[in-house]
């Protein structure tokens, strides 16, 4: 669970995210079995751990079919929570390509 920003009762915040990686995956067009539960349990626990720090490396499998989707499901979260999320880290691949796809997503899952 995790206690909102502004405080009150804690909120099952592993069922929330679930939820917004299920929306984040169809407006995107893209398949929830691809994403993979370890690194979505390693951002869930992040971000319960530090709500107010979260900023996780998103290319420890697949950027775009995994690591992508599972920040923007748990930043949704922390969002609706009142916590503002700080970004992701890019560590390998191709930089340049990936950051495009970042940003690409990040605007279409804004709207």
Not at 7 to 33: A, E
């Amino acid at each position: 669970t995790l206690v909102p920003c502004g405080g009150g009762d804690p909120i099952d915040f592993i069922c929330l995210v679930k939820g917004w990686l299920g929306r984040v995956c169809q407006l995107l067009g893209s398949k929830t079995n691809l994403v993979r539960e370890g690194e979505l349990a390693a951002f869930l626990s992040y971000a319960i751990a530090y709500p107010q720090n979260f900023l996780p490396v998103i290319d420890s499998y697949s950027v775009s079919c995994s690591g992508l989707l599972c920040f923007c499901a748990v930043a949704l979260g922390l969002y609706e929570l009142q916590y503002r999320p700080l970004g992701i880290r890019l560590d390998s691949g191709d930089l340049c390509r990936q950051s495009l796809e970042v940003r690409r997503v990040f605007k279409e899952c804004s709207k």
